[in-house]
C-alpha cells in the first residue's frame, strides 16, 4: 500500500524539552487544503492539536498554545510542529493529516510516538 503521508520526529524526551515533528505528503497528493496534527493518548480520545488552513489560518487546542508552532513548507509539501516546554501530558501518538483534492480527500499518516518524561 502505497504511503501517501509519513511522518517523523518523535522521540523519547524529558519534559521541558523540545521536539520538532515533520510530516511531508507524497506527490501522489495535490491541490492541499489543509495540513495538522493530532493526537492520541492511551485510553483516550484522538484529538487535534494544530492545523493549517489553506496556508495562512492556524488553529491550536487551547492545550498547547504558546508552546507549540505549527508551520508548512509549500514547496515540499511538508509541515512541522515545533514542541517546545513539552510536559508528560504531550506523551501520545502524534498523527498527520493532510486535506487534498477535490472532492477533498483526507490522508492520515501511521503516526509517530512522543513520550515526555518527568
Known amino acids: 500500500q502505497v504511503q501517501l503521508v509519513e511522518e517523523s520526529g518523535g522521540d523519547l524526551v524529558q519534559a521541558g524539552g523540545s521536539l520538532r515533528l515533520s510530516c511531508a505528503a507524497s506527490n501522489g497528493i495535490f491541490a492541499i487544503t489543509a495540513m495538522g496534527w493530532d493526537r492520541q493518548a492511551p485510553g483516550k480520545p484522538r484529538e487535534l492539536v494544530a492545523i493549517?488552513?489553506?496556508?495562512?489560518?492556524?488553529t491550536y487546542a487551547d492545550s498547547v498554545k504558546g508552546r507549540f508552532t505549527i508551520s508548512r513548507d509549500h514547496a515540499k509539501k511538508t509541515v512541522y510542529l515545533q514542541m517546545n516546554s513539552l510536559k508528560p501530558e504531550d506523551t501520545a501518538v502524534y498523527y498527520c493529516?493532510?486535506?487534498?483534492?477535490?472532492?477533498?480527500?483526507?490522508?492520515w499518516g501511521q503516526g509517530t510516538q512522543v513520550t515526555v518524561s518527568s
Open positions: 493529516n493532510v486535506q487534498w483534492g477535490l472532492p477533498l480527500v483526507s490522508s
Open positions: 493549517i488552513i489553506n496556508g495562512n489560518s492556524l
